[in-house]
C-alpha cells in the first residue's frame, strides 16, 4: 500500500525512520490500536507504546499495558517498549 511504499522509500535513504501513530484524541473509536499496530506491522517497524498514566493507579496502568501489547501482537506488530505518561 501507499504507507508501506513511502516508508521503503524514506527507510532507503535514511539509517533510522519514526513512524508516528495516531494519538486517541480526535477518534474515539476502540479499533484504532489495532489500525495503528497493522500500519506498524506492515513495514516491520516496531511499537513505542505510549500510556497515559496520569491519575491511575499502578495495576491500572499495567492492565491498560498489557491489553494494548496483547493487541499490538494480534495485528502481528512487535512492542519494542512502552512509557507510561
Do not use: M, W
Not at 500500500?1 to 532507503?12: L, M, Q
Not at 508516528?20 to 489500525?35: C, H, I, K, R
Amino acid at each position: 500500500g501507499e504507507i508501506v511504499d513511502r516508508f521503503h522509500h524514506v527507510a532507503d535513504q535514511c539509517d533510522a525512520v519514526l513512524v508516528v501513530g495516531s494519538d486517541y484524541t480526535e477518534v474515539a473509536a476502540p479499533s484504532e490500536l489495532s489500525v495503528n499496530a497493522r500500519i506498524a506491522a506492515n513495514p516491520g517497524a516496531p511499537v513505542v507504546l505510549a500510556v497515559k498514566a496520569k491519575g491511575r493507579a499502578p495495576e491500572q496502568i499495567a492492565q491498560v499495558v498489557e491489553v494494548c501489547v496483547d493487541e499490538i501482537a494480534a495485528q502481528h506488530a512487535y512492542t519494542a517498549a512502552v512509557v507510561a505518561n
